[in-house]
Each structure stands twice: as structure tokens, then as C-alpha cells.
């Protein structure tokens, strides 16, 4: 992929990146320098990437990585285990029933998911991929996230 | 009824608003980037010894590459050691496994330190440069008398008879070479197992409304009768049915296979959790004898192998009131059931298709419980 195309994408999926970074880290100042960081770490390993019409998935992975190393470096948002055994949610209470809201609210396990398949448009197997964990997990987590979604949005959906 | 489509209906309406601070971020690393390849391109015009520095980077790159390459293929080399192995070999080591007494490998004798180290450093080697042993270990069968100084496997009680001396490296290899070649099997099996019982059958609401009533009866003894309402929503994976009583309710998680894969209980205006219970281990161990039935029931399945863990706070207390029963079953999946003190109930059971995915998961927990300085105590027998 050449500088010219790298930045046409660039310009077209920021939004989506920014917005699994915003899930990851919950507050929107890391997630824009993140998603800086993960750009520039892209563009060096351009190189590698193999298929070009992997690219999104590639960089999302790179977001996450990227996203999750910075939660471990400072310490910033210490991951609270819900007492479920890491199954249930930490969440905050969004204040309206806006699903973006009430996603991003969740705990990131459930929300990056939710907003790779239903919002993103990826397919099961390729969350898996980039998430690198089961299909199975994909589904428990996603069934996980719609019970939440049902018990806000019902009656806005209904 | 909120489905898949309605949730990506609702995404599609209301677009996510991004900062404008985080449009100027990004133009100005577009920037960046445009500038680095500009003043990189013009770098390589003006220094020819940096060209020369490149070439130089370009052969280290061919030579990790080829590394990398040879790590690949030592890696092919494991994947095609065990694919190979004969239909009949691999339901050999399976039965072997199934049928062994013992939950997990066994040495006749403590592996010295230096063993451990030589057999970790020999496992890399097994697993990423292809180093396998040039035979293949003894097998002895139940009551077969052991040759002394001679390193030899007993399959029904999963135990490896070590000689006293330390071990060669061939030895070593032989002893990594049957467990990978044994678990290989089992998974082999477990996924031939599976794809002989899944059911391409899409089922009807009522069917999977039966599948519910039926695991929450064996469950947690509960009567359709006692239910107001139940509900099913069918997704494109997994389907959910909620069931809910005057006081409680339970939801439970049906696969595409229609396989009650999760259920979960709750009790209306009470939580699964609380901090700081009081709980000792005593008390879990008598909780086990129930959770060991009901996992029992809900899989249908052997159970191979127990483990009981509890996020303990400085004072050892509970530190979330939940205690969580870990089960490797005989065909190599994993179930988990969480006990909840305040329930005085098991409120969440699910099964995975593999075991190692709960060794990580119990893994993970440990890690995040340290990060807040709490311990994950495993509960001794």
C-alpha cells in the first residue's frame, strides 16, 4: 500500500478506530492520542501488511493493541473485575438512551464487539481474528452486550 | 423484540459525534507522516552511505526473515508430526486419556530444577525449531513391571517413571513428545466428537423455551408454572430466553447448535455480589459437592477435574462475595459455575469448548486481581 492510499484510508475509517480506542480507554483524550500513536506505528510496519483489503481489520488491531498496552503502562483506568468473575459489567450509568452511550459505557470486553459487529459491520469470524479470542467468546460477549442494550433501549425500539 | 438488525438500525440513526481535537490530531500526523517519507526519500538521495546502511538493514532483514521462516517451518514441522499420525494412533492416545484414573501427569520422582529449566528450554525447541526425540517413550500397561534406570509411561494412571539419574534430552523430548502427541488426540477426538453431533436444524421458539424450562428444572428445581412471563429472542448465533419469576429470573444462552451453552440467575433487587464476605474455605469445599452435581447435570458429562478459586481482599476476605468452581471434563472442555454468597446459590454456569480457555481465564483473573491488590486463592482439597 502506497502513502497516497494509507491516508485515503486514513481519512475514511479515523472515525471508527477512535471510537474502539473511546471503548477501550473511556475517556476521549487517550483515545485520540492513541489512535495517533497506532497511525504512525502503521505506517512503519506498512510493509507487513500482506492484503490490502485487510487493512481496516489490521489497523483496528493495532488500535487495540496499542489501546490496551497504554492501560497497562499507566495504570490510568484500572480494570475493576466485576464480582461476576470477570463476566459481569463495571460500568457507568449512561445518561440518556443513546446506544453509543450506553456501549461505550460498558466494559470494554462487551463494547468492542458490540461496535465491531453491529456498528462496524464485521462478521463474527473477523472480530474473532482481530480480537483473538474464540468465536464462542465473540458470541457470549455479544449476547452479553444485547441483554444490556435490551434493558435500555427497549421501549425506544419498540 | 430487539434484534440484530433493530441494534444495527439504532447505530446507523445516531452517528457517533468525534471531537473536533481529534480531527486536528489526525491532520497533523497525516502530516507527520507525509513529511517523514519526504525527508526519508530525500535522505536516501543525498547520503549514499545511508543507502549502503540500508542495504546493510536490508540484509539483517533478509536474515531475520529467514529466521523468521525457518521458525515457520519448524512450527509446519510440529503440525505435520501430529497430523500424520494414524486415525487409529490418535483414538489410542484419546482412549488413553479418557480412560486414565488421573487427573493430570504424573512423575515418579520431582523433576530436579535443572531438568525443569533443560525441559522448558527443550519444549521451545519441540514446539518452534522442530527438535523431536529420535524414538518414542516406553509404554508399560497397568502392573507391568518397571525396569529400573529406564524412562518409561504408564497410560491409565497418566504417570511417567523416571530413572534416578538426570535426564538426557532424548528422554526429555520423548516425555514432551507423548504429551503433545496426547493432547493433540484428545482435541482431535473432542472436534470430531462435535462436528458428528451438531445439529444444522434450526429449532422453533417452543423448542428452545423447552430446552430453558428444562436446564433451570434440572438447575435449579423451578416449575414453568412458577414463571410470569418467558421470553425468546432469536439472534443470528445465539439465542437468549429470559424466564422471569415473581422474585427472580434466569436467562439462558441456547447456541446455534441448540446446545444450552450459559444460564444465569438472578434475584430481583439483590445482587450476586457483596464485598468482604466472611466465607471460609471449609465452606466452599461443601459447596463444591453441589456445584460438582449440577455441572454434572448441565453437561452431561464426566467431570475430570476440579479447581476453586476466590478473590481474596488483605483481610481474606471475599472480596466480591462470589466464589468460582472451574471443571475440566473428560472430553477436554471446561465448565464454570459461580456461587454466590449472597444467593446462597450458583448464579452463572457456561461450559467452553476447550479447557485451556478457562486455564486462561483463571490466569487473566490472577493478573487483575494482583493489579488491585487482592490474591486469587485457589482453594486446597
Known amino acids: 500500500m502506497n502513502e497516497a492510499k494509507f491516508i485515503e484510508q486514513i481519512d475514511r475509517y479515523k472515525n471508527d478506530w477512535y471510537v474502539i480506542a473511546r471503548s477501550i480507554l473511556k475517556n476521549h483524550e487517550d483515545a485520540e492520542d492513541i489512535v495517533q500513536e497506532a497511525l504512525l506505528i502503521a505506517f512503519e510496519k506498512l510493509g507487513t501488511l500482506r492484503k490490502e483489503e485487510k487493512f481496516k481489520a489490521w489497523m483496528t488491531r493495532i488500535v487495540i493493541n496499542q489501546a490496551k498496552m497504554h492501560i497497562r503502562k499507566s495504570r490510568k483506568l484500572i480494570y475493576v473485575e466485576h464480582p461476576g468473575e470477570n463476566r459481569e459489567a463495571q460500568m457507568t450509568e449512561p445518561e440518556n438512551d443513546d446506544i453509543w452511550e450506553i456501549t461505550l459505557s460498558m466494559k470494554k470486553e462487551w463494547s468492542v464487539p458490540t461496535i465491531l459487529y453491529y456498528a462496524q459491520g464485521y462478521s463474527l469470524k473477523e472480530i474473532s481474528d482481530i480480537l483473538r479470542i474464540p468465536v464462542g467468546t465473540v458470541k457470549s460477549r455479544l449476547a452479553k452486550a444485547r441483554q444490556i442494550l435490551k434493558e435500555k433501549l427497549e421501549d425506544s425500539l419498540c | ?243 422471569q419469576g415473581k422474585k427472580e429470573a434466569f436467562t439462558v444462552f441456547i447456541t446455534e447448535e441448540n446446545l444450552v451453552e450459559r444460564v444465569m440467575y438472578s434475584v430481583d433487587g439483590s445482587s450476586a455480589h457483596q464485598t468482604d464476605v466472611d466465607f471460609s474455605e471449609a465452606q466452599m469445599r461443601e459447596v463444591s459437592t453441589v456445584m460438582q452435581k449440577k455441572v454434572s447435570t448441565f453437561t452431561g458429562k464426566t467431570i475430570r477435574s476440579e479447581k476453586i478459586y476466590y478473590q481474596a481482599n488483605e483481610e481474606g476476605k471475599l472480596a466480591f462475595g462470589t466464589v468460582g468452581y472451574y471443571y475440566k471434563l473428560a472430553d477436554g472442555s471446561g465448565c464454570v459455575a459461580i456461587y454466590s454468597t449472597n444467593y446462597g446459590e450458583m448464579y452463572d454456569i457456561y461450559v467452553m469448548d476447550d479447557y485451556h480457555s478457562i486455564e486462561k481465564e483463571i490466569k487473566r483473573k490472577k493478573e487483575r486481581a494482583k493489579k488491585q491488590g487482592w490474591i486469587m486463592r485457589k482453594v486446597s482439597k
Open chain 2, 1 to 243: 423484540m430487539l434484534d440484530d438488525e433493530k441494534i444495527r438500525k439504532k447505530f446507523e440513526e445516531s452517528a457517533y459525534i468525534v471531537p473536533s481535537s481529534y480531527e486536528k490530531k489526525t491532520k497533523d500526523t497525516i502530516e507527520q507522516i507525509q513529511k517523514k517519507n519526504v525527508k526519508e526519500i530525500q535522505m536516501r538521495g543525498k547520503h549514499w552511505w545511508l543507502e549502503k546502511k540500508l542495504a546493510g538493514a536490508v540484509i539483517l532483514l533478509v536474515a531475520v526473515s529467514l529466521l523468521s521462516i525457518s521458525s515457520y517451518a519448524a512450527v509446519n514441522l510440529l503440525r505435520e508430526r501430529l497430523r500424520v499420525m494414524p486415525e487409529d494412533v490418535v483414538k489410542h492416545y484419546n482412549d488413553d486419556v479418557q480412560n486414565s484414573s488421573a487427573d493430570a501427569d504424573s512423575f515418579s520422582r520431582e523433576l530436579s530444577e535443572k531438568e525443569e529449566e533443560r525441559m522448558a528450554k527443550l519444549r521451545v525447541a519441540y514446539e518452534e525449531k522442530g527438535r523431536f526425540p529420535q524414538k518414542t517413550i516406553l509404554e508399560i500397561t497397568e502392573g507391568e513391571v518397571v525396569q529400573k534406570e529406564m524412562l518409561c509411561f504408564e497410560p491409565s494412571e497418566s504417570k511417567f517413571y523416571l530413572p534416578t539419574r538426570e535426564l538426557t534430552d532424548e528422554e526429555l523430548l520423548q516425555i514432551i513428545d507423548i504429551q503433545e502427541k496426547r493432547e493433540y488426540s484428545v482435541q482431535q477426538q473432542s472436534k470430531q466428537a462435535e462436528k458428528e453431533t451438531k445439529s444444522t436444524v434450526k429449532i422453533s421458539k417452543q423448542q428452545e423455551e423447552d430446552y430453558a424450562l428444562k436446564a433451570v428444572q434440572s438447575l435449579y428445581g423451578r416449575e414453568k408454572t412458577e414463571f410470569e412471563k418467558i421470553s425468546v429472542t432469536k439472534q443470528e448465533e445465539l439465542d437468549e430466553v429470559v424466564m
